[in-house]
């Protein structure tokens, strides 16, 4: 199964997910600031980020509503990074918040709460050809 980098703050969504996705068979591993996320995405090459977009910009700082798609855009930009699909998670799906998505690279947006789950076990299967 895929090799997935989870980028999220809060404590109980990332025990869902992290339950959710290992249950599935993914090896997840996570950051929960975005200076983590750039620095783990080049240290594990992860097949796939799935990434809040609302979470502290360093590991001691208050959440920032731009932090995430911060991070997105600076694994974007790295020769190393640039390639590994990135799906943003939000609650923020009005069209003017998906045009800044797209903009910072997100590769697809997953709207939160996850519900249906398998709507995003869908997105991994796309991005990472993998059986899920």
């Given at each position: 199964m895929a090799n997935i980098l989870l980028v999220e703050d809060d404590?109980?969504?990332?025990?869902?997910?992290?339950?959710?996705?290992?249950?599935?068979?993914?090896?997840?591993?996570?950051?929960?600031?975005?200076?983590?996320a750039v620095?783990?995405?080049a240290e594990i090459l992860p097949e796939l980020?799935?990434?809040?977009?609302?979470?502290?910009?360093?590991?001691?700082?208050?959440?920032?509503?731009?932090a995430g798609l911060e991070a997105t855009r600076q694994i974007k930009a790295a020769e190393s990074t640039?390639?590994?699909?990135?799906?943003?998670l939000t609650a923020h799906t009005m069209a003017q918040h998906q045009e800044k998505i797209e903009a910072a690279g997100c590769d697809a947006l997953q709207e939160k709460p996850i519900f249906?789950?398998?709507?995003?076990?869908d997105k991994i299967k796309a991005f990472?050809?993998?059986?899920?």
């Amino acid at each position: 199964m895929a090799n997935i980098l989870l980028v999220e703050d809060d404590e109980d969504n990332i025990s869902l997910l992290t339950r959710l996705l290992e249950h599935h068979g993914h090896d997840l591993t996570i950051a929960t600031d975005g200076a983590t996320a750039v620095s783990k995405a080049a240290e594990i090459l992860p097949e796939l980020i799935l990434m809040d977009l609302e979470l502290p910009p360093t590991p001691d700082a208050s959440p920032d509503p731009n932090a995430g798609l911060e991070a997105t855009r600076q694994i974007k930009a790295a020769e190393s990074t640039s390639g590994i699909p990135v799906i943003a998670l939000t609650a923020h799906t009005m069209a003017q918040h998906q045009e800044k998505i797209e903009a910072a690279g997100c590769d697809a947006l997953q709207e939160k709460p996850i519900f249906p789950f398998e709507n995003l076990l869908d997105k991994i299967k796309a991005f990472t050809a993998e059986d899920v």
